[in-house]
């Protein structure tokens, strides 16, 4: 396992520093508007890349037989297929709309290929799982290494021709080429899974995991939509400046830890399904947690202790208000690390159901959040972002409830069930 980590976690480190450096250079080539656009594809790929697969690639972890995982990736494919007509759709009838509301320029003309960034980003996280369980850890590695690079080299070429969407047609072409390099290998593979023809016992297979395109999904729905609400409440509300340097936050700090997260959650749930129920789980549980948790803790120590103006020296002085933005949201950060690195142990000890409540939580306690930073801001410290305080006072709740069921679920006594 730790070599497996090792590997994943070093093409997710080398893709991340690649980021970092090249934000040195592209917040100066950049307005916050054009990061507003960024944060705008962020969410439609977002949320695209862990619904489109009909949570299905979940589901791949779990299966000894490979007739069943087969027919299970299959059963991913035909997801992502719908999920590109879906977005294709909507991008198209909304695009005018969320041009005008988000003060976007240039969005009609990404609007007419969100379809096809969606469709990459859903199917690449199944390309992903299946290389995860069969512990290929490799292709995933340099596929996480190559992608930033190809995305930052992108984004500086086309700064002064697209200085407004460079940055989302760069981020495109990231996806494309980390797609490319998840289906190295596999093509025999994926062409015989797009077969619109039921596999034999394919059938019996989707009724035996129907909670993951159910409730899994469902919970899913809900829990992206409640990770990305800010976008369109604070974009919507407080304009496209806050909205960019929220989203310098988000790649400086939230993206580095979510790729790390997303980078070791599957190793940590393919060996927790080898490891016995009772003391064996629950120490594999603790260790992960304790990891989690020192990782955090660190962060958010280097950023609370970080100098006013940290932001405008790294990125130029039309950065220097993002330093208070990076610090409110530090804490939810972190918080969003930790749930999203140990999740997957809900899977493990099967709770998937419980999945979907705190999702429907989440949604919940971020609208709430919303409204009442937007009705009383004073109870939240008053200023002008007080909607912004309510949601991460929302969200730090929600996580730490989060983790203390999380932590129940595990601990449970339970009978051997896979």
Same mark, same amino acid.
């Given at each position: 396992m730790i070599q497996r980590m090792a590997t994943l976690l070093g093409g997710a480190v080398t893709g991340q520093l690649v980021t970092v450096l090249a934000a040195f250079i592209l917040t100066r080539l950049y307005s916050p508007s054009a990061f507003a656009h960024l944060e705008m594809f962020a969410l439609v790929t977002g949320i695209a890349a862990v619904l489109g697969t009909g949570k299905f690639?979940?589901?791949?972890?779990?299966?000894?037989?490979?007739?069943? *995982?087969?027919?299970?990736?299959? *059963?991913?494919? +035909?997801?992502?297929?719908?999920?590109?007509?879906?977005?294709?759709?909507?991008?198209?009838?909304?695009?005018?709309?969320? #041009?005008?509301?988000?003060?976007?320029?240039?969005?009609?003309?990404?609007?007419?290929?969100?379809?096809?960034? #969606?469709?990459?980003? *859903?199917?690449? +996280?199944?390309?992903?799982?299946?290389?995860?369980r069969n512990t290929e850890a490799i292709p995933v590695a340099s596929a996480n290494a190559t992608g930033p690079l190809a995305a930052e080299a992108t984004k500086l070429g086309l700064s002064s021709a697209w200085s407004t969407t460079g940055l989302v047609w760069g981020s495109g072409a990231g996806l494309l080429v980390r797609w490319a390099m998840m289906r190295r290998g596999l093509s025999a593979h994926i062409g015989a899974a797009w077969s619109w023809k039921w596999p034999t016992g394919e059938a019996a297979v989707r009724e035996e995991y129907k909670d993951y395109p159910t409730w899994v999904l469902a919970g899913s729905a809900m829990n992206r939509l409640a990770q990305w609400l800010h976008v369109l409440l604070i974009g919507a509300s407080l304009g496209p400046v806050l909205l960019g340097m929220m989203g310098l936050a988000r790649r400086m700090v939230m993206q580095p830890l979510s790729l790390l997260a997303t980078s070791a959650a599957p190793v940590l749930f393919q060996s927790a399904t080898e490891k016995a129920d009772g003391a064996p789980l629950r120490r594999l549980f603790l260790t992960a947690l304790l990891t989690f948790a020192t990782g955090s803790v660190v962060v958010w120590g280097a950023v609370t202790l970080a100098p006013d103006g940290t932001t405008a020296w790294l990125f130029g002085e039309e950065w220097y208000g993002a330093m208070e933005v990076v610090r409110m949201l530090t804490p939810w950060f972190v918080l969003n690390f930790m749930t999203a690195g140990l999740g997957s142990m809900f899977h493990r000890v099967r709770k998937p159901r419980w999945i979907t409540y705190l999702d429907a939580l989440h949604l919940l306690a971020v609208a709430a959040g919303w409204y009442l930073g937007s009705l009383h801001p004073e109870w939240f410290g008053g200023g002008e972002w007080g909607a912004l305080v309510g949601i991460v006072w929302a969200k730090c709740g929600y996580y730490i409830i989060n983790l203390v069921v999380l932590c129940t679920a595990v601990m449970q006594p339970r009978s051997a069930d896979r």
């Open positions: 690639e979940q589901a791949l972890m779990l299966p000894k037989d490979m007739a069943k *995982a087969k027919a299970l990736f299959s *059963a991913g494919q +035909r997801a992502v297929a719908k999920t590109t007509l879906l977005v294709g759709l909507l991008s198209l009838l909304t695009a005018n709309l969320v #041009a005008e509301t988000y003060d976007l320029e240039g969005w009609f003309w990404l609007a007419c290929v969100l379809p096809l960034f #969606a469709g990459v980003a *859903a199917h690449t +996280r199944l390309l992903e799982y299946w290389h995860h």
